[in-house]
Every structure is written in C-alpha cells, then in structure tokens.
C-alpha cells in the first residue's frame, strides 16, 4: 500500500497537468513550439546568422604558417660555379598574414546583403507559424463543433427516451398503439447510433488537433471554447485588410527583403570593376645542411636567416573576358525576378483576401439565418410538444417536429463555427493574434 501510494502521489501531478484545458492560443503556442517544420526553418535562420557572421568577419586579416622539410641528392652547382655531387637537406619556417584594405566596397555590401536575408528567413519562420496557426485554429474549431454536436445528439437521445416512456404510458392506459411503441424503439435506437457516431467524430477532431499540434495523445487534450458571439458584421473591407495585411504579413515582407538583397547583389558583382588592394607581411627563416661541408648549428642557421616583409599589393582589373559585366547583369536580372515575385505575391495576397472577406460575409448571412430558422424550429417543437402530449397530433407529427428542430440547431452550430473560423482568417491577414 505504501509503495503504491507513492507510485500515485508521483504520477498524479502529471495527470493533471495533461488534462489541464487548452484554450486557442495555448494549442497555438504548443504547436508551434512542437512542430517540425517550423524546427527545420528556425534552422534555416540560424545558418543565415552564420552566413552573416562569416561575412563580418571577412574584414579580419587572415593569418597562416607554413613549415617545409626537403632533400636533395646527386650533382648540384656551388659557389664556384662548379657542380659537385653532394648531399643538401633544407627546413623552412614562416608566418603570413593578408588583411584587404580595399575590395571596390564588395565586403560591405556582403554584410548587408547577409543582414538582409537573415531578417528574410527571419520572416520566412513567422510565416511557417502563421500557417500553423490557420491549421491549429481550423482543427481547434473542428473540435468544438464535433463536441456541440455530440450535446446535441445526447439531448435528442434523452428526447426520444422521454418519448419513449410517453408512449409507453400511453400504451399502458390503452391512448397508443403496439405499433406506437415499436417506432418510439426504433426511434432509441436510431438516435442511440447517432450519438455513437457524433462521439466518434469528436474523438477524431481531437486526434486530429492532437497530431498537429504534436500532442501526446488526445485522450489528455481538452479544449476550451470561447465565450463571446461572432460579431454582427464582417468589419472592415477587402481593401482596409490588404493594406494592413501589406505591413504585417511576413511573406510581403520577406519578398521586400529579397528584392533590398537582390540590389546589394548588383553592388557585389559591381565590385569587380574596382581595383582591390591588400596589405601583406611575413616572417621566416630557413636551415641549410650540405653534405661534406661544415654547417653552422641550427639554432644560428634559424636566427641568421630569419626574415620580415611587409608588402602592399594592387589588383588593377583590365579585362576578364566581360565576366563582371555579365554578373552585374545577372545580378540585375536577378533583382528584376525577385521584384516580379513580390508583385506575384501581393497580387495573390489580395485575391485571397477578397474570397476571404465575401465568404466571411456569406457566412454571416448564412449564420443570422440559421439562428431565426432554430428560434422558429424550437417555437415549433415546444409547441407541437404540448399538442402531442394532449393528443391533438401523432407521433409522425411529432417526430417531424423534432427533426427539423435538430436540423436547424446542426445548422446553426455549423454556420455559427464557420462565420468564426471565416472572421479568424481576416484576424490572420491582419496580423491580429488568435
């Protein structure tokens, strides 16, 4: 009993904390912290912080040594003049360093150009998490759908139970037929199916929202359903949500960044125009070893010979076979394509936004209907209720009643679910949060 208790007091806090309800928000932020592809992106913006790295400390002078051991045998020239065969063994030492000066301004505009398209990846990640979102947000919905609907089976189930037991009554005080009973059964038991049903859609609206969020399992994942109502009316217009989706939207930005990294390429490749100047100094010092001859040690040998330079080396580009002007060329053409996909972009942005805007407001009408047709649908039922308990209609009558007071709740839930989900994807093109 002890060791049991213990085993419970240690996994209990982790129940709970699973089944803690998750609200919109909560299921967005845990995806995206989950997700693989928005890993994989934040990836791709890490190496450009890399890239930008590198091209900064491209300025930095670059230093090297070297170390060199060779021998040669057989006949060789002397001093004298004369050749001789013999024996000769050299090692060498040095250290170099190369600083450019000057590069026609190409590492500047390096480092702005890798600025640029880190503050692009950057964008491109915020566009993975907004499409992440529209997807968390459409499952999210999904399942607070399924689970109206699922209340809403088990309120037509306990309605036909209650009429079930009416009948039967009836029945027993000789008001209703054998027959009455048999189609109140059926009844039972058709709507029985249907909450099975409506409970099995729920189950998998939650195992859907739980693998995309990348949720342990979606028997711990309860979700929240907002309070408020839709709005009345879609707010603003397809125009009013372009223009803020233009200064809020990553990939429009993103595509801006591309098209500033494409100039500073055909600064680049302008570079090559310029003539490029480069400080450099060495050190060394060799030891010789001729056979035969007496040698000075190699302790002297190295610091006699040692040597120091410095040098200061011009590149003056005559031609190159038109290779710079032909990359300034390209770099145009490359900053021409980047310009026609940004155009591309904000056109498609808008076109969605249009078809996103007159659905929403489809919805909207949609939705205002579906709430008078239930208003009407359930004065209807409450009605016909009391005129079949008095015996003034049937059980047809009746059941006809309470099938179209279901319809027009489904419908209502359906509509009111996707007027919000429609008014959501304008948040997203406004850049508002869920």
């Not at 928000?25 to 890399?50: F, L, M, S």
């Not at 590149?315 to 002007?325: D, W």
């Not at 770099?331 to 078809?355: G, S």
């Amino acid at each position: 009993m002890k060791r049991a208790g213990l085993l419970l007091t240690f996994f209990t806090p982790i129940y709970i904390a699973a089944q803690q309800p998750m609200s919109l928000k909560d299921c967005i932020d845990y995806a995206v912290a989950h997700n693989v592809q928005v890993k994989q992106q934040d990836v791709v913006r890490r190496n450009q912080e890399i890239a930008l790295n590198t091209a900064r400390f491209s300025r930095l002078p670059s230093v090297s040594a070297a170390g060199s051991q060779s021998f040669d045998f057989g006949r060789g020239l002397t001093s004298e003049n004369t050749y001789v065969s013999r024996n000769t063994q050299s090692t060498a030492f040095s250290v170099n360093a190369n600083m450019p000066l000057f590069t026609g301004f190409r590492i500047p505009n390096e480092i702005k150009q890798a600025r640029l398209d880190l503050a692009a990846a950057t964008a491109d990640l915020e566009k993975v998490r907004y499409d992440l979102s529209i997807q968390v947000a459409q499952a999210y919905l999904e399942v607070l759908y399924q689970q109206d609907m699922l209340e809403v089976a088990e309120e037509q189930l306990a309605l036909s139970r209650k009429q079930l037991e009416r009948v039967q009554a009836f029945f027993g005080q000789k008001k209703s037929s054998a027959l009455d009973v048999a189609q109140a059964r059926s009844l039972v038991a058709q709507d029985d199916l249907s909450l099975v049903q409506a409970r099995n859609n729920y189950k998998l609206a939650l195992l859907d929202l739980s693998q995309l969020i990348e949720w342990p399992s979606p028997d711990s994942l309860l979700v929240t359903a907002p309070a408020e109502e839709p709005p009345a009316r879609v707010p603003g217009s397809p125009a009013e949500v372009f223009e803020r989706a233009l200064a809020v939207r990553p990939d429009v930005r993103a595509d801006s960044l591309r098209v500033a990294s494409a100039d500073k390429g055909v600064s680049i490749a302008k570079s090559g125009y310029w003539p490029g100047l480069t400080l450099g100094a060495g050190l060394g010092t060799t030891f010789y070893r001729v056979g035969g001859v007496d040698n000075s040690s190699f302790a002297r040998q190295m610091r006699d010979n040692f040597s120091k330079s410095i040098a200061l080396s011009l590149n003056i580009p005559i031609f190159n076979r038109l290779s710079t002007r032909n990359s300034v060329r390209q770099a145009k053409l490359e900053v021409e394509n980047r310009k026609w996909q940004m155009e591309t972009t904000r056109k498609n942005l808008y076109k969605e936004i249009q078809q996103a805007w007159y659905n929403a407001v489809a919805s909207q009408s949609q939705y205002e209907s579906s709430r008078v047709a239930e208003e009407e649908a359930e004065t209807a039922f409450q009605l016909m209720t009391k005129k079949y308990e008095t015996g003034k209609a049937n059980a047809v009558e009746y059941e006809e009643s309470r099938t179209q007071r279901q319809k027009a709740k489904s419908d209502r839930i359906a509509a009111r679910y996707d007027y919000v989900f429609r008014l959501k994807i304008l948040d997203f093109y406004r850049g508002i949060p869920f």
